[in-house]
């Protein structure tokens, strides 16, 4: 670049690369950075839509943290389902991944079926599976348990098998996914370390636990990141499941009542934005102290 | 071994969609049969009259299609116009730029709900295809993948066509936009899906009518009509079926590789 022209001549050179990102820049500003900043300002506020925004300080965190016995519920339900569906959900979708990349014949089918959920609503799938747990005998779920001699449980209605019912849902919904990012680490691990362990005499337990499982370490964190990500994140499965069933967002005696339901309750049902923007970053907060735990320590303590 | 863990797998995918068809073509004495029957012994299209005729279905399934079809090729011109300009223009501020945008993934969504509620209240489009489209006109990700792709693309090429006089944007409408056809082809599959699916942010800027999309319409038939579940099912099935039927025929799909966290994120 000429160093004799001007900072304004220069711009000027280069107005069409501003015009073209102007669209994504400016909408990019509007709603999501200025929402973004402007929701950390609401979190020190009372604002109700009708009057202007107070500012309390740190009030509306202080009566999370100490006066909110929901909120403590909300958290601890959010934390029973991270705990289960993470490891349960990617578990599966390991031993799917692997199956599927042996040599297989239906590879594609199989891999079509396992990634249905992935193109299905979260709200459509919840429908479905909330059918499928209904109460009475002549939902299947049920049907099926009073065969095997168990007793049939009213999943949506019993406090204590919501939360469960709603991990179901998520580990089923989330597989595929998580299967297509492992089988996307599988493929990068050179047959070569096979073919050693074959002559080796190797069987296909010591590949798994020798090979494929410190070689696919880097995919797992990933895949485990953006896993607990998204579970402290669910919200339709808990909205669609508990539906009519309790009186806030989150079903009988809020036994399914995650943070995201919490705010979604606080902001839009009872319009309290300065709490609901509180608790939205106190999620933001777990969020990124769990992602940067799982980058620094996990992955320091295994480099290969 | 292998077939009877990978076919049990697939049956436990399979079965909710198939329960969801059969139960939307039973008669009512069927769906609350005991025992509950994968047969369905009097097919009936009952359950989808009274679905399009107890609410305005239609209207719903083509708000969803208007909406995700609008944001799909406004996504498309705009993350690609920018891709390029990220990839191949050198200009002040250029990275910072850049880095702002990516830095914005590691906000989840919840952060921006209540200021982009205000935001869509205060400039009157509650309840408005603007509040459903606008703010998703240009998202990030495609920023990103278009500008990864183009980086991809010889400068010489680019160069070539100044001599020959192109203009700008001729350069784009002419050399880059055909190169990163793939690209796009991924980037609206699932854009459009995304958008299709979406359902927090229609929740909370649609409330009448008219105006929901497909997901909040099944929303709506799960609060107040949930024990038809015959009908909740057809609903079930117009919203799912013909998204699982167009976009399981293009490969793209599959090899997106390590953007499907994007999937997950921009279903929201």
């Not at chain 2, 969801?20 to 989808?48: C, D, G, N, R, W």
């Not at chain 2, 929901?212 to 919203?239: C, E, H, I, Q």
Request: proline letters at 5%; aromatic letters at 16%.
């Amino acid at each position: 670049m000429d160093s004799k022209k001007s900072f304004w001549q220069r711009l000027f050179e280069q107005r069409y690369a501003y015009l073209f990102i102007a669209p994504v820049v400016i909408l990019f500003s509007i709603f999501v950075l200025i929402p973004a900043v402007a929701s950390f300002f609401l979190s020190f506020t009372k604002y109700n839509v009708i009057s202007a925004p107070q500012w309390v300080g740190l009030e509306n965190y202080r009566q999370i943290f100490f006066h909110d016995p929901r909120f403590w519920k909300a958290l601890r339900n959010t934390g029973i389902y991270v705990l289960g569906v993470v490891p349960v959900g990617i578990s599966l979708s390991l031993l799917i991944a692997v199956a599927i990349n042996q040599k297989i014949r239906f590879k594609n089918f199989y891999k079509m079926i396992f990634f249905m959920p992935v193109v299905t609503s979260v709200v459509a799938y919840s429908v479905i599976w909330r059918w499928l747990f209904a109460g009475e005998k002549y939902g299947l779920i049920n049907h099926w348990l009073i065969k095997l001699g168990a007793s049939p449980v009213d999943w949506l209605m019993n406090p204590h098998w919501i939360l469960p019912a709603i991990m179901i849902v998520s580990i089923w919904g989330g597989l595929g996914y998580n299967m297509f990012l492992l089988l996307a680490g599988l493929q990068t691990i050179p047959s070569t370390f096979y073919e050693a362990a074959d002559i080796d005499g190797a069987g296909g337990w010591h590949k798994f636990w020798n090979i494929t499982l410190p070689l696919l370490r880097p995919t797992l964190i990933f895949v485990a990141i953006m896993s607990v990500i998204n579970s402290f994140q669910v919200f339709e499965q808990v909205y669609i499941l508990t539906a009519g069933t309790g009186e806030g967002a989150g079903g009988v005696l809020d036994s399914a009542l995650t943070i995201v339901s919490y705010l979604y309750e606080k902001g839009f049902q009872r319009f309290e934005f300065g709490a609901a923007s509180a608790i939205a970053y106190i999620l933001f907060a777990i969020i990124f102290l769990v992602t940067w735990f799982n980058l620094k320590v996990v992955r320091s303590r295994f480099e290969y | 071994m292998i077939y009877a863990f990978l076919t049990l797998g697939a049956l436990t995918m399979a079965i909710p969609y198939v329960w969801m068809i059969v139960t939307s073509i039973k008669p009512i004495e069927e769906v609350q049969a005991y025992p509950p029957s994968f047969l369905v012994h009097h097919p009936t299209i009952a359950p989808y009259r009274e679905l399009f005729s107890l609410l305005p279905m239609l209207r719903y399934l083509l708000n969803s299609l208007f909406v995700a079809s609008t944001v799909t090729i406004c996504n498309l011109f705009f993350c690609s116009l920018a891709g390029y300009a990220f990839a191949k223009h050198r200009f002040w501020g250029r990275d910072k730029i850049f880095l702002l945008l990516l830095s914005a993934i590691m906000i989840p969504y919840q952060v921006n709900l209540i200021p982009g509620f205000i935001i869509v209240k205060n400039l009157g489009w509650l309840n408005s295809f603007y509040a459903l489209i606008v703010p998703n006109l240009a998202m990030v990700f495609g920023v990103f993948l278009c500008r990864q792709y183009i980086m991809s693309i010889p400068n010489d090429l680019i160069d070539m066509a100044k001599i020959d006089g192109c203009s700008e944007f001729g350069i784009y409408r002419v050399i880059i936009l055909p190169l990163i056809k793939p690209a796009l082809a991924a980037l609206a599959i699932f854009t459009f899906l995304s958008q299709w699916n979406s359902f927090v942010w229609p929740l909370i800027v649609i409330n009448t009518g008219n105006m929901r999309t497909a997901p909040l319409a099944l929303s709506v038939l799960n609060s107040t009509f949930g024990l038809d579940f015959a009908m909740v099912m057809a609903g079930a099935t117009v919203v799912t079926l013909p998204v699982l039927i167009v976009f399981f025929i293009p490969a793209e799909i599959y090899h997106l590789g390590h953007h499907y966290d994007w999937i997950e994120r921009m279903k929201r």
